[in-house]
C-alpha cells in the first residue's frame, strides 16, 4: 500500500510492516509516485508471495520508496524513472 508522503506500508499474513518515505526537498510533482513504487516493488515477488519474511517486506517497500521518491524530483512520469542506480545511491 502506498502512502504518498506518509510511506508505505504491506499487510502480509500475520505482519503489518510500515516504512517511512523519503522525502525530498525539491519535489517538484508526485505525477508517476505511484506506478513507479509498484514496477519497483514487483521484482521482490517474482518468486510468488508464499514465503515473504518481514525483511523482505521492509526491503521492498524502502526500496519502492525510494524510486518514488526520486520520480517526485522531475517532470513527466515514466521517461524519467529511476535507473537503479540511481535508486541504491539513495538509499
Given at each position: 500500500?502506498?502512502?504518498g508522503r506518509d510511506g508505505s506500508r504491506a499487510?502480509?499474513?500475520d505482519m503489518l510492516v510500515e516504512v517511512?518515505?523519503?522525502l525530498?526537498?525539491?519535489t517538484i510533482e508526485t505525477t508517476g509516485a505511484g506506478?513507479?513504487?509498484g514496477h519497483a516493488a514487483a521484482p521482490y515477488m517474482k518468486d510468488g508471495l508464499d514465503n515473504l519474511t518481514k525483511q523482505q517486506l521492509k526491503e521492498m517497500l524502502t526500496?519502492?520508496?525510494a524510486a518514488?521518491?526520486?520520480i517526485t524530483t522531475r517532470k513527466g512520469a515514466l521517461r524519467v524513472m529511476p535507473s537503479l542506480e540511481e535508486?541504491?545511491?539513495l538509499l
Open positions: 500500500l502506498s502512502m499487510y502480509y499474513k517511512p518515505a523519503f525530498q526537498k525539491n506506478d513507479t513504487f526500496f519502492a520508496n518514488a521518491s526520486i535508486i541504491q545511491r
